[in-house]
């Protein structure tokens, strides 16, 4: 059995690789994918249920952001729960803004799978570079 933070790891080294079948192999197909905003602030904002709403997720991510750097500050692992704090950079396609800010992910590991990813993002500093 592998442990919370070997999976997260790994989980991390897929995205960077765009690594999707090794990826998909470390999600359970319950996944709940959750980014923290008031409803309606960003188009990735709320629930994301399963593998295709994982998918959904991070494609709408892709066709709003590029991804310019991240760095993971600080890790807690407890059980079941690792929390990431980073810091990073991304640009916005339609406008060319870059945010720079920090977030928070929070895994839930059971079975050897991600079950739950959750992301709480500064977003006062995301909201600023909202196409209008």
Known sequence: MSSTKQIVDNY???LKQRDRENLLGLLSPDIVVTYHAQAGQFPWAGKFYGIA?????FSIIK??????EVTIIDSIVADNKMVNQCQGRWQYKATGHIVEGGMVNVFTVEGDKITGYDVYA????????LPT
């Open 12 to 14: 991390y080294a897929c």
């Open 53 to 57: 709403g994982f998918d959904q997720f």
């Open 63 to 68: 066709d709003h952001l590029d991804i310019l």
């Open 122 to 129: 500064d977003t006062a500093a995301f909201a600023a570079g």
